[in-house]
């Protein structure tokens, strides 16, 4: 049965350095992404309208090839966090998809949850030194689209 439903993005796309983060906003692209990933994302579209679960296939800048795909969750307080990356057919990802994963979740944190995220510190300047940040929020070149107006 095809689902022909959407859902709202706070964050549409991220991009920093060598990855870009496209957020996943229908069953079509949860559908797409499981093809071309050859894994089961589209199982979490209920997840998806219910505003539980966000999900982002993460590719290469230049390239626009899909090297993982990662879910954000909301907890039991309210706040976006990480869930789960996965590369192609399920398997690990290298560190560095891991680090650009991990600061994706920071900004989701940053316009999703109203305020900066947990431990980022000054992370929400715009591509602002942040060598002294834990390495799963280090942010070097970035580009931020929000999906919010204003």
């Not at 399920?90 to 940053?110: I, P, T």
């Not at 305020?115 to 834990?134: E, F, N, Q």
Request: proline share 2%.
């Amino acid at each position: 049965m095809r689902i022909k439903t959407a859902w709202n993005e706070a964050m549409r796309s991220y991009a920093n350095g060598r990855y870009q983060a496209v957020s996943l906003c229908s069953w079509d692209d949860l559908h797409e992404e499981g093809k071309c990933m050859q894994h089961c994302i589209a199982d979490f579209v209920e997840r998806c309208v219910k505003g539980e679960i966000r999900v982002y296939s993460i590719r290469e800048t230049g390239t626009k090839r899909r090297v993982a795909t990662c879910t954000l969750i909301r907890d039991d307080e309210g706040q976006w966090r990480l869930h789960d990356v996965k590369g192609r057919q399920n398997r690990g990802v290298q560190d560095d998809v891991k680090n650009f994963v991990g600061s994706l979740a920071a900004e989701y944190a940053w316009f999703a949850n109203g305020g900066p995220p947990v431990d980022a510190g000054s992370l929400r300047k715009k591509c602002a030194s942040t060598a002294d940040l834990p390495l799963q929020y280090r942010v070097e070149e970035c580009q931020i689209v929000s999906g919010r107006e204003g």
